[in-house]
């Protein structure tokens, strides 16, 4: 073989080496739809991270790939994409998926391919109790985020509190954690209503909160359709104090809300964004400032957090690692410092963090607390 066609072949080989050195991580999530702001913001801040690891030469020497598809924030999508994701794109893990009923559509894909599925975005109680073997969560459950909510409302002396759910899995969910804040103040909601998720419709609903005179609505809900709920409200003449979860912990939330932003609450689940006495958000804004200076939301902090967990347990699962190998090596994370906030996982307890905290939408349009 001549020498130009040995180093050719040597080309080859090593771009097919480097083809195979890649860490496949698979994500679905809505990308488009009523979650569309939320989802880019915390995928943003997963791959500001995984951006980070890669160009210092990867974990173990692999680049991690995260492949990302969009299921419309729709359950039956989310379960496709997620097969397609491990059959056919042949991915190690999944991770950052969207939404409780869209995880719950998943569940049973993970046990049939033995798969882990790394810091789903939803903090639905039925992925920390009973303990799920291949789900590893990272972020507070909404049952204490809506429990603690509930009790602010009633220290701050807003009597009258009215609820507006969506009629999922996540509404249900949440409002159990509501129920908790109501029963520990002795209080009941003055008007406690439902929507559908797919067609949500509140001229029948907000009528209601008016005529009751509710001081305060929670609603517990997904992006636009908590906009839309909040416009309706206004449009009523309904001045109540509005709050909800940390699922709409997005600047394109707030964006969305327009002029009805200003003293909404939000629920956060980590650290304040612009703290950076936090180890965990000053190593953001330092690596979104290397990169131009892109703002870090209370969303990307949860993808950002959600990568460091996703690093950790492939590093300690070794080179080329194995589904079984990621999930050995999550089981065994223990005392995992993220940055001021510690991880510990086992097979008895896959919750991860239990940080929950509150935040109003100031008049500049960024979160405060």
Not at 85 to 97: Q, S
Request: with cysteine.
């Amino acid at each position: 073989m001549t020498r130009w066609l040995r180093l050719a072949a040597w080309a080859v080989a090593a771009v097919a080496c480097s083809a195979q050195a890649q860490i496949l991580i698979g994500q679905t999530a809505g990308f488009s739809g009523p979650v569309a702001a939320g989802v880019k913001e915390t995928t943003d801040g997963a791959k500001l991270y995984i951006d980070a690891v890669n160009a210092r030469g990867g974990v173990n020497g692999q680049k991690i790939e995260l492949i990302s598809l969009d299921d419309k924030f729709d359950p039956k999508l989310a379960a496709e994409n997620a097969r397609e994701l491990i059959v056919d794109r042949k991915v190690v893990a999944l991770f950052l998926t969207r939404g409780t009923p869209h995880t719950q559509a998943i569940m049973p894909l993970l046990d049939e391919h033995k798969i882990a599925l790394i810091a789903p975005s939803t903090g639905a109680m039925v992925l920390h109790q009973p303990v799920n073997p291949y789900i590893f969560n990272v972020r507070a459950t909404y049952q204490r985020e809506a429990e603690r909510a509930i009790r602010h409302l009633s220290l701050i002396g807003l009597e009258r509190i009215a609820v507006i759910q969506v009629d999922d899995s996540f509404g249900a969910d949440s409002m159990a954690g509501a129920q908790k804040g109501f029963d520990a103040v002795g209080k009941q909601p003055v008007v406690l209503e439902k929507f559908d998720r797919a067609k949500p419709d509140f001229a029948p609903i907000v009528p209601k909160i008016v005529k009751a005179e509710a001081q305060a609505v929670m609603i517990i809900g997904s992006g636009s359709a908590v906009v839309d709920a909040v416009k309706a409200l206004r449009a009523a003449g309904s001045r109540a104090q509005v709050v909800t979860l940390s699922n709409n912990a997005s600047t394109g939330f707030i964006k969305s809300l327009g002029e009805h932003a200003r003293g909404v609450i939000v629920s956060q689940v980590f650290p304040y964004e612009r703290s950076l006495a936090a180890p965990i958000v000053k190593e953001a804004v330092d690596l979104a400032r290397a990169k131009g200076g892109m703002e870090i939301s209370p969303a990307m902090m949860e993808g950002f957090a959600a990568a460091k967990v996703l690093v950790e347990g492939l590093r300690r699962a070794g080179p080329n690692p194995t589904r079984a190998q990621i999930l050995n090596a999550l089981n065994g994370i223990r005392n995992y410092d993220i940055g001021g906030m510690e991880i510990n996982y086992s097979p008895n307890d896959h919750t991860g963090l239990d940080y929950a905290d509150l935040s109003i939408i100031g008049p500049e349009g960024k979160f405060r607390r």
